[in-house]
């Protein structure tokens, strides 16, 4: 790991006044660290956002719905008994995220904000097009990780369990800068590498995630997810599948359906979700959906199985919300 | 010039060594040790502290867990520095008066390893647990060191010995 | 008195006809009941291992230690025509740099330079840099400029093969390594009503021992000591012996505790050599051990496989059998061949099997727990299923049919094969009679269950050489030394179990002091041959001990000697019991010393061990996920001295399996020859909730013929069978063969489409 500056401040003013030219913000430090090990990232100063007060914990706030620090350890969400009664999806989501003691240092800006797991991504022998060169190394080499809908020059998986979670809320995320503030739908935060845009996220230089956001009306919701991995634990998904809905009579309503493991950002569903819109949730209607959730889907030799997991993972993910 | 130790101010320190104190086991431990120094390796290399083992250095294995203010977490993915003024607990801290901790008694009672190498990071894991959760269930104890990798494959007899220690502890 | 005796020596099932010093004559097997030997023992070595204190060769500080790391070659193949450290000389911190054009010669594994002019593998050694802390040495590798020409490569098994493929060596790339046949199995295969063709394939397994390989050299200006994680002290001494040209008296090498080594720590590797030079160049000691990476790159795997089977079927019984396969031995030199358990493991007349070596620009292989049988099998036990089902019998039937009473290779006996009692319990404990062709309604709708079994075959006879000394101290208690090692199979207890039951002390009054080449010499710990081969020794030198014990005691007692015996660390006359420290406190300081060496196997007759593993499982047939619910163990290795540790050690060999089965697999990128996972997320070893419950039966009859302990080996026996016995439960439950390992959903899910073609 090359040498580096660190910053431990207290308030986000001062972590904020730090946050300059090369300058990374670092939260659990979990993936920042491995990427630093790899030789990827290089940074010269790390403002390490750990000791920010106020940046921990999450509130149910009346009216507003459920307000959550950016500093939250994942492990805080998932064991949270008062969480898994107002939006279970969310423990749900990080139950089998990587392992108790990445949960407990992993938290849920830098979450969302985790890079990639492409294996030629993480190799720095590998100039690939998202580091500035010009091939995508898996697409003519090993893939079976690998993006089979929405990809463009980069076919990375979005990795993140609790991101669809969040999407399938309608969350957002706010964010800050020593300048300026602003709110931006959890979805937007996520960029599909593409043209000039060689990067995952749409957070800006010097800014941080303070806090992500679920409204109110999510928590009147029904919510499922699923994960499917090729080991019983400790794995990022092959395919993740969250969803939630209005039900009424057996009726669903404003059908969130996204997918992580498929697409490199969280993939939502959109076609699924407009055949489901104002169905019963019944097996034939869950498993439609589930043929038309990855509709337009590109995949290679290697990857091509996680459409038909895809399917069968949303069709199931349907049904128990429909239980 | 030196480098200024890393305050409540928040200015930067570093690249270079900095100072950094902290508790390793119940006693105080002022080091001085760059930024990119791991806590891993502040524990092995600059305390001497060599249960605690480094085998991935990645955050996937689970060799280095220790206790950070009572939470199991990897030490290979731990900057030194950011455990100021933090308790830090390694297997070298159980136990007292040349007894063993009930998990580590536990751990030998139910042959809860073969190589050994793991031991020191499952023993971390299981300990961390119970301090959450006396009477934890199999599942919970297979939880809880789902981010143990034991490449012997000890495994149902760690389980085996979790459950046991907390009952032994209660 | 000692003797030169001739002996057939097997290792790793490799065999060799070798000369051996015994001792003194043989005991014959305890005719009673052991009291020790046979109880649950927790191991003796526990608190040291529990508290951290154990000290493995990675924990090693000794003062002033310098630290070793390697520049490795980025290219799968490549001339390194030029090398300039000047930079890296000059960096802080930097001692030395050793590399192709500056290194002295130093024999290994056949080559007479450990910096190749042709680097052959992604990972290949090209320099090494020597430095005040590891930081500083690998900060000091990214200065050193290298020259390379590269070359066209080849790192997958089947483009090696393929016509057109970059010829590697002057021979090219595949050639034979071994061949048997009896019979005519062409004739066979011709005449038979049904014959089974089928092509498996095995994925590189990698070892990912927890500690990587790595060494601590020190030379004191007399003697050079080498502590290295091992499974070989003596291996290692050698190694160093023809590396370095020093006399055996200026070496020495220990291996206290050792985190893990599934074969892949056999002998010495380049580190071993370049600690050991630059140990000597600086007058400090040096510190060289491998990343986790380095650990996947170049440190041995278990080589992936391409397998053919041809099976036929004729009046109720096997017509023909002819196996072929092929390895990717990548940079290795040898072959762990998959068709030995074809060759002896059923009563089969007319039968052929070929292996072939097939070189790659891919790290070398090395012996990986049970090397070759676990490949060989998974092929050979899923053929006979699927002609088990085109012929409609029952899987379990046709190989209790085809049970094979003497080795069909050698032509001789076993001396004890209990086979059939380990398929009866293991059908019993599974259930088997339940088991129904075509598999049952799982526990949702779209899960299938369904039972599978295979059988399994292995070596671990043991034999000479070994030795080991008893010291009995004046207090009672006894030093076993034996230049061994624990790998963490449980051996130190053993040991102490069978010195304290011979001796008639208590295990707790036994210490083990092995991993020394200071000490008698040990064998590999490899090959399941560590029990039978060092017990036996460590036995005989108990009993040497007690009878010299004896002696002493009878001329202080006035007793005849015919007359003592001790028991419980006391020694016993009629009526008396005193405790070894009264009798001998007049004596203040004495030291006894037993002595105790291997015996040769039995001639004329076939050591070997056997077993069966029996596997419920569902398959979901949307996701293609495996669910084990249970996997019974039944192993037949005669005596157990230790129930708790081979227990133990059949779960960790089921477990070690099941990766190999279900989730391990090392990744290549062909065009550029890089491993994508030598790394522990994406290399995927299991985990604690990957493991199902484990039910461990040994048939437990000491095998009287073999040593005078009745045991043999179980390091590699429960890895064998696992993985044919789940693809069997897969296709019982759902139709679908999967003829890949690992078998993951991807591959599931593929079969299943198969079958609905």
Same mark, same amino acid.
């Given at each position: ?16 006044? &730090? ?51 950016? &500093? ?96 399938? &809320? ?123 959730? &990855? ?29 | ?66 206790? *950070? ?33 009930? *998990? ?67 | 008195?000692?003797?030169? @005796? ?115 593998? @992604? ?24 020259? /390379? ?33 009896? !019979? ?82 056999? !002998? ?20 060289? $051990? ?25 009046? #109720? ?54 090397? #070759? ?31 094979? %009473? ?60 070994? /030795? ?42 036994? %210490? ?33 001990? %007690? ?7 009878? #001329? ?39 002595? =105790? ?26 996701? !293609? ?62 985990? $604690? ?20 302990? =009745? ?47």
């Amino acid at each position: 790991m090359r040498p580096f500056s660190l910053a431990r401040p207290r308030s986000l003013g001062d972590a904020l006044r &730090l946050l300059g030219p090369d300058t990374t913000a670092m939260a659990g430090g979990t993936d920042l660290l491995g990427l630093m090990k790899a030789g990827v990232a290089e940074p010269e100063r790390i403002v390490d956002l750990t000791q920010v007060e106020d940046l921990q914990g999450w509130q149910r706030e009346r009216g507003k719905g459920v307000r959550i620090g950016a &500093l939250t350890p994942l492990a805080e969400l998932e064991s949270s008994e008062e969480l898994r009664r107002v939006l279970p999806i969310l423990p749900a989501s990080l139950a089998d995220a990587a392992t108790p003691q990445l949960r407990a240092m992993g938290t849920v800006g830098g979450n969302l904000l985790q890079r990639n797991r492409c294996w030629y991504y993480r190799d720095d022998a590998f100039e690939c097009w998202l580091k500035g060169g010009s091939r995508c190394f898996a697409r003519e080499g090993e893939h079976q990780y690998h993006a089979v809908v929405g990809a463009r020059e980069c076919i990375i998986a979005s990795p993140s369990d609790l991101a669809p979670a969040l999407i399938a &809320l309608d969350a957002t995320v706010e964010l800050r800068s020593a300048r300026a503030a602003r709110e931006l739908g959890v979805q937007e935060l996520f960029v599909v590498p593409h043209g000039s845009q060689r990067r995952e996220h749409s957070i800006r230089p010097g800014e941080v995630i303070v806090s992500v956001r679920v409204p109110e009306a999510a928590l009147a919701r029904a919510g499922a997810f699923a994960k499917q991995m090729d080991r019983k634990a400790w794995s990022f998904a092959l395919v993740s599948v969250a969803a939630s809905a209005r039900l009424k009579g057996g009726v669903a309503r404003d059908l969130r359906i996204v997918l992580g493991g498929v697409a490199p950002v969280p993939w939502r569903a959109g076609a699924a979700e407009a055949f489901l819109e104002g169905r019963a949730l019944d097996e034939a209607a869950c498993a439609r959906a589930g043929a038309l959730a &990855l509709e337009g889907a590109e995949p290679l030799p290697q990857n091509a199985y996680k459409v038909p997991l895809a399917g069968e993972l949303v069709r199931r993910t349907l049904l128990s919300l429909a239980q | 010039m030196p480098d200024r130790p890393s305050g409540p101010t928040g200015a930067f320190a570093g690249p270079g060594p900095a100072d950094v104190a902290l508790e390793v086991n119940g006693r105080p431990v002022a080091l001085r040790v760059p930024p990119h120094r791991t806590l891993l390796d502040a524990l092995r290399e600059d305390l001497g502290l060599t249960g605690t083992k480094k085998v991935c250095d990645e955050g996937t294995c689970g060799a280095c867990t220790v206790l *950070v203010d009572g939470r199991a977490i990897y030490s290979c993915m731990t900057l030194a520095h950011s455990c100021a003024g933090r308790q830090v607990e390694t297997v070298e801290g159980l136990g007292r008066d040349g007894t063993l901790h009930p *998990v580590q008694q536990a751990f030998i009672d139910h042959d809860a390893f073969q190589c050994g190498f793991c031991t020191p990071g499952q023993v971390m894991s299981i300990v961390g647990l119970l301090r959450e959760n006396d009477a934890p269930t199999a599942e919970e104890v297979t939880r809880a060191v789902t981010g143990n990798l034991c490449r012997c494959g000890a495994y149902p007899n760690i389980v085996a010995a979790g459950v046991a220690a907390a009952k032994k502890q209660r | 008195m000692s003797r030169i @005796v001739r002996t057939t020596v097997e290792i790793e099932g490799r065999m060799s006809d070798e000369l051996a010093l015994v001792d003194g004559k043989d005991l014959p097997g305890w005719t009673g009941e052991t009291t020790i030997v046979g109880a649950r023992t927790p191991r003796v070595d526990g608190a040291q291992r529990v508290t951290g204190r154990a000290r493995y060769t990675h924990d090693l500080q000794l003062p002033g230690m310098l630290h070793a790391r390697f520049l490795r070659s980025p290219h799968a193949r490549a001339r390194v025509d030029r090398v300039d450290a000047s930079r890296a000389l000059t960096a802080p911190g930097v001692r030395a740099v050793l590399h192709r054009f500056n290194a002295p010669k130093a024999a290994f594994r056949g080559e007479e330079t450990i910096f190749r002019a042709e680097v052959r593998f @992604v990972g290949d050694e090209v320099a090494a840099v020597c430095a005040d802390t590891a930081e500083a040495a690998d900060a000091a590798l990214r200065l050193i400029e290298v020259d /390379y020409e590269v070359l066209p490569h080849v790192v997958d098994l089947e483009d090696a093969i393929a016509e057109g493929a970059p010829r590697l060596e002057e021979k090219g790339n595949v050639s034979v390594s071994g061949s048997h046949s009896r !019979g005519d199995a062409k004739r066979a295969l011709e005449q038979a009503a049904i014959v089974v063709d089928r092509t498996y394939r095995t994925s590189t397994q990698l070892h990912n021992s927890l500690e990587t390989h790595g060494a601590v050299a020190h030379w004191d200006g007399e003697r050079l000591t080498v502590w290295e994680s091992t499974q070989h002290v003596f291996g290692v001494r050698q190694g160093l012996q023809a590396a370095l040209a020093l006399p055996y008296s200026k070496l020495r090498v220990i291996c206290d505790y050792m985190g893990g080594g599934f074969g892949s720590k056999g !002998g010495i590797g380049k580190y071993t050599i370049v600690a050991a030079l630059f140990a000597r160049m600086t007058g400090a000691p040096v510190r060289c $051990v491998l990343t986790r990476e380095e650990e996947n790159l170049a440190a041995g795997n278990r080589s992936a496989t391409l397998q053919r089977v041809r099976v036929g079927w004729k009046r #109720g019984r096997i017509s023909g059998l002819e196996h072929l396969s092929w390895s990717n031995s990548g940079q290795g030199r040898w072959v762990a061949d998959p068709t030995g358990p074809t060759n002896t493991l059923y009563d089969v007349k007319d039968l052929s099997t070929k292996s072939y070596r097939v070189v790659t620009n891919a790290g070398a292989l090395s012996a990986f727990r049970a090397p #070759g049988y676990l490949e060989g099998t998974f092929a050979l036990e899923c053929a006979l299923d699927e002609l088990a089902d085109r012929a409609g019998v029952d899987p379990l039937e046709l190989r209790r049919k085809h049970h094979a %009473r003497t080795d069909g290779v050698m032509k001789v006996r076993y001396t004890q094969k209990r086979l059939l009692e380990c398929y009866d319990i293991g059908a019993e404990a599974i259930g088997w009679s339940k088991r129904k062709p075509g598999g049952t309604r799982g526990s949702t709708p779209q899960r299938r269950r369904g039972m599978g079994m295979a059988s399994q075959i292995w070596f671990g006879g043991g034999g000479p050489p070994a /030795y080991a000394t008893v010291h009995l101290n004046p207090d009672g208690t006894a030093v076993v030394r034996s230049g061994t090692q624990e790998i963490g199979t449980g051996t130190r207890t053993i040991l102490a179990q069978i010195c304290a039951e011979e001796l008639g002390v208590r295990v707790g009054d036994v %210490r083990v002091e092995i991993g020394d080449t200071d000490a008698p010499y040990g064998p590999i710990s490899a090959g399941s041959l560590t029990a039978a081969s060092v017990g036996p020794a460590v036995r005989l030198a108990a009993a040497d001990a %007690r009878e010299q014990l004896l002696g002493a005691a009878s #001329g202080l007692m006035e007793v005849r000697k015919t007359e003592l015996r001790v028991e419980g660390g006391k020694i016993v006359s009629k009526g008396a019991r005193k405790p070894i420290k009264e009798i001998f406190d007049e004596l203040q300081n004495y030291t006894v010393i037993g002595k =105790g060496s291997r015996h040769p196997n039995p001639a004329k007759v076939s050591l070997n061990t056997f077993g069966a593993h029996f596997v419920l499982l569902e398959v979901d047939t949307g996701t !293609g996920e495996i669910f084990i619910e249970k996997i019974v163990a039944v192993h037949d290795i005669g005596r157990i001295v230790n129930p708790m540790t081979a227990a133990s050690q059949v779960e960790g060999g089921v477990i070690q399996a099941l990766g190999f089965a279900l989730t391990e697999e090392r990744v290549l990128d062909r065009r550029s020859g890089r491993v994508l996972n030598a790394d522990l997320e994406e290399y995927k070893v299991p985990t $604690v909730r990957d493991v199902p419950p484990i039910v461990v039966r040994f048939t437990d009859v000491p095998d009287t013929k073999a040593n005078n302990l =009745g045991v043999k080996g179980l390091g590699e026996p429960p890895i064998i069978p696992t993985a044919a016995a789940i693809a069997n439960a897969i296709a019982n439950a759902t139709g679908a063969r999967v003829r890949t390992t690992p078998m993951t959903p991807r591959r599931v899910l593929a079969a299943l489409a198969e079958r609905e073609r």
